[in-house]
């Protein structure tokens, strides 16, 4: 029997359980989405505005389910605005797959109109990379893709000329959906007493978890209570162990905790539990360390380790707390726990600093007291991320995400359409600076088009903040980082959702109320105050670096430099 390639593309991808792509059409993969047209029941097709947002999508729903997240666009201007979003997904290890059109067959190497070799183009974010010469192979090329894709989490590619699809082929292949198992490591009690005896002989041991601890949450917290250790999560597993349990350090690094910079410096032992944690500097390399993750390239790639287990979080843990004594009491503990409650002292005093219009620190605070136990925060670069990471307590029922490595703007509002999409009992909560959101605000509208009620701050600051800071700290003299001036209230009520305009905490309080249960998209336009996202350990570079804009500032602006408060400096710097 012959079956058109294109329609048994779509097949073998709703076998895998795939059941929505964001793209948005045209020329080169038409004869694709005419396949699509005819799946409309097996595939949804979320036509987004810009293909940015349909790769951004699709990394997140990944980042947030596990679920492979698929993108469409024409080859050519399509192809290349997929690729940040796709490299987002690369570097945050998730699994996407991206499929590109291309000019047809006959026409390839002829330098065609929108002739663009995505094959070179996208070799160094893919995995998994492609170019379709045969209908009859594809097929069993979109299944590898798929399987490629979860196996090494990250991003396959294919390309497709437009006139393959639409070729009749044999319909002789059976996808791969059954046969597909990721390697189950069996647990070795050696290294399980490996490890059990090195935690032993140390006193100040500290955790580094990351989002290898996905499926492990409540062995991770188990493991934590029982040996009496403190915990570090790396931004992606924000909340993974709940963000106010008292062993809790939060983040470590620039946007990280002061506690969690220093205990890192004080232990003895480091404990990295399904983590790629980039920032080497931060960490202790002076002390001994295990590490557990299911993918072996990544043992001993950040820090030298002692013991290495490769598995599972979930079932080296369950083991090691099988199998180890209780700890009863760890002097390294305590002191963890007095200065993390000194530092939420400290981030009250912030919260509580005077100031006009809304107070940054204050309405990150407010969102994660009124978000629901089920609710999913998407984060966007600038001072939100900053500001999240420190003033949303995120809890192991929510879920958190951003865009952790590539640390692209933009990336809020795709995140909660996936979120919404893939979660619609979720309550979902978007929180973007004013140049973020207007990197990828056409798709608002989108969200409106979809019915995918959700709440997105926009911090109006008319400011690109973050840069202003960070030039500050670097001693440079703060230049290009205004914006315009956008009513995105108004803009939200044009796109057909429903628009606000906050002026204070009490207003930002009572919108967050007002829209809970909103069905449709709400945007809150908040007048924020220019806020410093301090780090929390201030670094010497950075603190000569405040000094020297400070100066400079003086002598080129004959003024005296708006700096942020000077206790807030010497905290994080001493
Ligand atoms: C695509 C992209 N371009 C530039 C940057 C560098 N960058 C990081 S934060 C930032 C400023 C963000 O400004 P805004 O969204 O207004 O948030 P604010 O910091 O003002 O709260 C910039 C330009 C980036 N991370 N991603
Ligand atoms: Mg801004």
Same mark, same amino acid.
């Given at each position: 029997?012959?079956?058109?390639?294109?329609?048994?593309?779509?097949?073998?991808?709703?076998?895998?359980?795939?059941?929505?792509?964001?793209?948005?059409?045209?020329?080169?993969?038409?004869?694709?989405?005419?396949?699509?047209?005819?799946?409309?029941?097996?595939?949804?097709?979320?036509?987004?505005?810009?293909?940015?947002?349909?790769?951004?999508?699709?990394?997140?729903?990944?980042?947030?389910?596990?679920?492979?997240?698929?993108?469409?666009?024409?080859?050519?201007?399509?192809?290349?605005?997929?690729?940040?979003?796709?490299?987002?997904?690369?570097?945050?290890?998730?699994?996407?797959?991206?499929?590109?059109?291309?000019?047809?067959?006959?026409?390839?190497?002829?330098?065609?109109?929108?002739?663009?070799?995505?094959?070179?183009?996208?070799?160094?974010?893919?995995?998994?990379?492609?170019?379709?010469?045969?209908?009859?192979?594809?097929?069993?090329?979109?299944?590898?893709?798929?399987?490629?894709?979860?196996?090494?989490?990250?991003?396959?590619?294919?390309?497709?000329?437009?006139?393959?699809?639409?070729?009749?082929?044999?319909?002789?292949?059976?996808?791969?959906?059954?046969?597909?198992?990721?390697?189950?490591?069996?647990?070795?009690?050696?290294?399980?007493?490996?490890?059990?005896?090195?935690?032993?002989?140390?006193?100040?041991?500290?955790?580094?978890?990351?989002?290898?601890?996905?499926?492990?949450?409540?062995?991770?917290?188990?493991?934590?209570?029982?040996?009496?250790?403190?915990?570090?999560?790396?931004?992606?597993?924000?909340?993974?162990?709940?963000?106010?349990?008292?062993?809790?350090?939060?983040?470590?690094?620039?946007?990280?905790?002061?506690?969690?910079?220093?205990?890192?410096?004080?232990?003895?032992?480091?404990?990295?539990?399904?983590?790629?944690?980039?920032?080497?500097?931060?960490?202790?390399?002076?002390?001994?360390?295990?590490?557990?993750?299911?993918?072996?390239?990544?043992?001993?790639?950040?820090?030298?380790?002692?013991?290495?287990?490769?598995?599972?979080?979930?079932?080296?843990?369950?083991?090691?707390?099988?199998?180890?004594?209780?700890?009863?009491?760890?002097?390294?503990?305590?002191?963890?726990?007095?200065?993390?409650?000194?530092?939420?002292?400290?981030?009250?005093?912030?919260?509580?600093?005077?100031?006009?219009?809304?107070?940054?620190?204050?309405?990150?605070?407010?969102?994660?007291?009124?978000?629901?136990?089920?609710?999913?925060?998407?984060?966007?670069?600038?001072?939100?991320?900053?500001?999240?990471?420190?003033?949303?307590?995120?809890?192991?029922?929510?879920?958190?995400?951003?865009?952790?490595?590539?640390?692209?703007?933009?990336?809020?509002?795709?995140?909660?359409?996936?979120?919404?999409?893939?979660?619609?009992?979720?309550?979902?909560?978007?929180?973007?600076?004013?140049? &973020?959101?207007?990197? *990828?605000?056409? +798709?608002? /509208?989108?969200?409106?088009?979809?019915? !995918? %009620?959700?709440? @997105?701050?926009?911090?109006?600051?008319?400011?690109?903040?973050?840069?202003?800071?960070?030039?500050?700290?670097?001693?440079?003299?703060?230049?290009?980082?205004?914006?315009?001036?956008?009513?995105?209230?108004?803009?939200?009520?044009?796109?057909?959702?429903?628009?606000?305009?906050?002026?204070?905490?009490?207003?930002?309080?009572?919108?967050?109320?007002?829209?809970?249960? &909103?069905?449709?998209? *709400?945007?809150? +336009?908040? /007048?924020?105050?220019?806020?410093?996202? !301090? %780090?929390?350990? @201030?670094?010497?570079?950075?603190?000569?670096?405040?000094?020297?804009?400070?100066?400079?500032?003086?002598?080129?602006?004959?003024?005296?430099?708006?700096?942020?408060?000077?206790?807030?400096?010497?905290?994080?710097?001493?």
């Amino acid at each position: 029997m012959k079956v058109r390639a294109s329609d048994k593309m779509i097949d073998i991808m709703s076998q895998w359980g795939i059941d929505n792509i964001f793209g948005l059409p045209g020329d080169s993969v038409d004869t694709t989405i005419d396949a699509m047209y005819r799946a409309q029941n097996k595939i949804k097709f979320t036509h987004v505005l810009h293909e940015e947002v349909a790769a951004l999508s699709a990394a997140a729903q990944a980042k947030l389910t596990g679920k492979i997240g698929v993108c469409l666009s024409i080859g050519g201007p399509g192809a290349i605005h997929l690729l940040n979003g796709l490299y987002d997904a690369k570097m945050d290890h998730a699994p996407v797959l991206a499929i590109l059109g291309q000019v047809q067959s006959k026409m390839l190497n002829t330098d065609f109109f929108q002739e663009v070799d995505t094959h070179v183009l996208f070799d160094d974010v893919a995995v998994y990379n492609k170019l379709i010469m045969d209908p009859q192979s594809l097929p069993r090329i979109v299944d590898e893709a798929i399987r490629t894709a979860y196996s090494k989490q990250g991003v396959a590619v294919l390309t497709i000329p437009d006139d393959i699809p639409d070729h009749l082929i044999q319909d002789n292949f059976t996808a791969n959906v059954d046969n597909f198992k990721i390697e189950d490591y069996q647990v070795d009690d050696k290294e399980i007493k490996a490890v059990l005896d090195l935690i032993k002989i140390h006193s100040n041991p500290i955790v580094l978890a990351g989002t290898g601890i996905r499926n492990a949450k409540k062995e991770t917290l188990e493991f934590i209570e029982k040996f009496k250790i403190p915990i570090i999560q790396t931004m992606p597993a924000k909340g993974m162990v709940n963000d106010n349990h008292p062993y809790n350090l939060g983040q470590l690094g620039k946007l990280g905790t002061k506690p969690a910079f220093e205990m890192m410096q004080k232990a003895d032992l480091l404990i990295m539990l399904g983590t790629d944690y980039p920032y080497a500097p931060y960490l202790n390399h002076k002390i001994d360390a295990i590490q557990v993750d299911i993918n072996g390239d990544k043992l001993g790639k950040r820090h030298r380790v002692n013991v290495a287990i490769q598995g599972e979080t979930k079932e080296v843990l369950s083991r090691m707390i099988e199998l180890g004594e209780d700890v009863k009491t760890r002097p390294f503990l305590d002191t963890a726990i007095n200065r993390m409650a000194q530092w939420r002292s400290w981030m009250e005093d912030v919260m509580s600093k005077k100031h006009t219009g809304v107070l940054p620190s204050k309405m990150f605070r407010t969102l994660s007291d009124q978000a629901e136990d089920n609710a999913v925060f998407s984060i966007d670069v600038g001072t939100s991320t900053a500001f999240g990471a420190r003033f949303i307590d995120a809890k192991s029922t929510q879920k958190y995400t951003i865009s952790a490595w590539l640390g692209t703007m933009g990336c809020a509002l795709p995140g909660a359409i996936a979120a919404k999409m893939n979660m619609p009992n979720r309550p979902v909560y978007a929180m973007a600076g004013d140049g &973020a959101f207007s990197m *990828v605000m056409q +798709d608002f /509208a989108t969200a409106v088009r979809y019915k !995918l %009620p959700m709440v @997105i701050t926009v911090l109006n600051n008319k400011l690109l903040a973050f840069i202003e800071y960070e030039q500050q700290s670097a001693g440079q003299q703060n230049y290009g980082i205004g914006l315009p001036d956008i009513d995105f209230a108004k803009f939200a009520e044009a796109c057909g959702g429903i628009g606000v305009t906050v002026t204070s905490n009490e207003e930002y309080v009572a919108a967050l109320k007002k829209y809970k249960n &909103a069905d449709k998209p *709400v945007l809150i +336009d908040a /007048a924020v105050t220019d806020e410093a996202p !301090l %780090p929390g350990k @201030i670094v010497m570079d950075e603190a000569k670096g405040y000094a020297k804009f400070g100066f400079g500032h003086v002598i080129d602006e004959k003024s005296i430099p708006q700096l942020p408060p000077m206790k807030e400096i010497l905290r994080s710097f001493l």
